[in-house]
């Protein structure tokens, strides 16, 4: 089987199944949700570590700079490539990625200022007896995770380098998994998210991936082929 067939039929599998179990065991606000966010939680639906340093601003702010300055380096190379002979080979690729992260996290962006679903912070009702979550909120624009897209958005490398550096491929799937599953969990400590919140930004961001990857793998296939080439000669 050809490896762009064998590529379609394993992720559309895959994408199906985690889909069907997202649906199952993650449904928004669901009893894994509650169950998860419960320790960060106080009797009185208060979560204490709102506005902890290390989350509020080390994790949100400075974490998410730093990788907004990673994809703003591939920026930068890519403009830098119709300039200078040295770097022009790296125009497709670092222009890809940087197109994939622009994209992917637009649409995280936009599907959340168009959703319904409201913070865990925003959605707990103190009573007598403690607390209750209210999810009436009809207009909440907290899902999916976008602080969690910032680091799974570095999934993309995995697409780009698939082909022709499996090394450099695998380093950013698991970067940006562990950077993505990292951020969007300390959004959930101070209550500004649900796990599945984030489990569907990755997938959103997954699908997002494979969708452009089989629309341009000939050109990923055509550059691989030409190095090569260049490796024989």
Same mark, same amino acid.
Request: glycine share 8%; net charge positive.
């Given at each position: 089987?050809?490896?762009?067939?064998?590529?379609?039929?394993?992720?559309?599998?895959?994408?199906?199944?985690?889909?069907?179990?997202?649906?199952?065991?993650?449904?928004?606000?669901?009893?894994?949700?509650?169950?998860?966010?419960?320790?960060?939680?106080?009797?009185?639906?208060?979560?204490?570590?709102?506005?902890?340093?290390?989350?509020?601003?080390?994790?949100?702010?400075?974490?998410?700079?730093?990788?907004?300055?990673?994809?703003?380096?591939?920026?930068?190379?890519?403009?830098?490539?119709?300039?200078?002979?040295?770097?022009?080979?790296?125009?497709?690729?670092?222009?890809?990625?940087?197109?994939?992260?622009?994209?992917?996290?637009?649409?995280?962006?936009?599907?959340?200022?168009?959703?319904?679903?409201?913070?865990?912070?925003?959605?707990?009702?103190?009573?007598?007896?403690?607390?209750?979550?209210?999810?009436?909120?009809?207009?909440?624009?907290?899902?999916?995770?976008?602080? %969690?897209?910032?680091?799974? %958005?570095?999934?993309?490398?995995?697409?780009?380098?698939?082909?022709?550096?499996?090394?450099?491929?695998?380093?950013?799937?698991?970067?940006?998994?562990?950077?993505?599953?990292?951020?969007?969990?300390?959004?959930?400590?101070?209550?500004?998210?649900?796990?599945?919140?984030?489990?569907?930004?990755?997938?959103?961001?997954?699908?997002?991936?494979?969708?452009?990857?089989?629309?341009?793998?000939?050109?990923?296939?055509?550059?691989?082929?030409?190095?090569?080439? %260049?490796?024989?000669?």
């Amino acid at each position: 089987m050809h490896d762009q067939q064998r590529f379609m039929l394993y992720q559309g599998c895959f994408l199906i199944i985690s889909f069907c179990l997202l649906l199952v065991f993650f449904p928004i606000g669901g009893a894994l949700d509650l169950a998860l966010i419960h320790p960060w939680v106080s009797e009185s639906g208060k979560f204490l570590l709102r506005d902890n340093w290390y989350l509020a601003e080390l994790n949100h702010r400075y974490v998410k700079n730093l990788i907004i300055a990673v994809y703003v380096g591939f920026l930068m190379i890519w403009l830098a490539s119709f300039k200078f002979e040295k770097v022009k080979a790296l125009r497709w690729t670092y222009g890809y990625f940087f197109g994939l992260v622009i994209l992917s996290t637009s649409i995280i962006g936009l599907l959340k200022s168009q959703s319904a679903h409201a913070c865990p912070w925003n959605i707990t009702i103190p009573t007598h007896q403690g607390f209750f979550w209210d999810f009436s909120a009809t207009k909440g624009h907290c899902f999916p995770g976008g602080h %969690a897209s910032t680091g799974f %958005a570095l999934m993309a490398g995995f697409f780009v380098f698939r082909l022709s550096d499996k090394k450099r491929a695998y380093f950013f799937l698991v970067s940006g998994l562990i950077l993505g599953f990292a951020m969007g969990w300390a959004q959930m400590m101070r209550g500004a998210h649900f796990l599945s919140h984030n489990l569907w930004t990755a997938w959103i961001i997954w699908l997002v991936n494979v969708s452009f990857y089989l629309l341009n793998y000939q050109r990923f296939a055509l550059g691989q082929s030409m190095d090569k080439a %260049a490796e024989k000669t």
